[in-house]
């Protein structure tokens, strides 16, 4: 399930990432590449071991999944917000373009990770 996962994310981000690298070529903005990529790589990085914590819990109560999906879901929401704000205020980085990247990439992992659990859900409902 774990794998499955990762696999599905990856074809889903290198679709994203090609036509963002085409779009930032045609806008010939390659100043805002370093935003994008802190803006993908933050996400990415929380996604991957709160779905495995997600992938743990799947086949356990009700209960422990629940805090696993939503609980995880909060520890990344408040981890990505913290290190937002250190970058913030530590570094130069052009802040409206980091966070529009963060929020469309935390979206983007937060749609996938969900798509992923219902899938999983349905099929172990029809077992």
């Not at 794998?3 to 994203?16: E, Y």
């Not at 990432?17 to 010939?28: E, F, K, P, R």
């Not at 409206?96 to 996938?112: A, K, P, R």
Request: charged letters at 10%.
């Amino acid at each position: 399930m774990f794998l499955d996962f990762l696999k599905m994310l990856g074809i889903i981000l290198s679709i994203v990432w090609l036509l963002l690298l085409s779009s930032l070529y045609l806008l010939a903005q390659p100043m805002l590449f370093k935003e994008i990529l802190i803006g993908c790589l933050l996400p990415v990085a929380c996604f991957i071991p709160g779905f495995y914590a997600v992938s743990w819990a799947f086949n356990r109560s009700f209960r422990p999944f629940i805090i696993a999906v939503f609980g995880g879901m909060l520890v990344r929401l408040l981890f990505i917000c913290t290190v937002f704000i250190l970058i913030a205020k530590l570094t130069q980085l052009h802040i409206v373009s980091l966070l529009f990247s963060l929020v469309g990439f935390y979206t983007l992992c937060l749609v996938v990770e969900l798509y992923f659990i219902n899938t999983q859900i349905q099929r172990r409902e029809e077992v």
